[in-house]
């Protein structure tokens, strides 16, 4: 912790007006952003392919953009839509 601590007041003066922002800037500086990019665009791969399998493409994307992988369970946990059109005709 005092390492994290370490960085994010790397080069901070505590008394300065924009001290906050500097270490919310460091902060931000520590994430691994392109890892967290490349797992969204898994997470909504992904959720699509559930989504189209389960009829509801849109909703596997949409819940997989605001749940990551707990969007798959919601697009599992509801009934596939059925196909539109008349059922079929008795021999």
Do not use: C, Y
């Not at 490349?38 to 596997?60: K, N």
Request: proline share 10%; net charge positive; glycine share 10%.
């Amino acid at each position: 912790m005092d390492e994290l601590l370490a960085r994010a007041m790397h080069g901070v003066d505590p008394d300065a007006p924009g001290a906050f922002w500097q270490v919310f800037f460091n902060l931000m500086a520590l994430v691994p952003w392109a890892a967290l990019f490349w797992w969204s665009v898994v997470f909504v791969a992904v959720g699509a392919a559930i989504g189209w399998w389960r009829g509801r493409l849109t909703e596997g994307v949409v819940w997989a953009l605001v749940l990551g992988p707990f969007g798959w369970l919601v697009v599992l946990a509801k009934p596939a839509k059925t196909r539109g059109g008349p059922p079929p005709l008795p021999r």
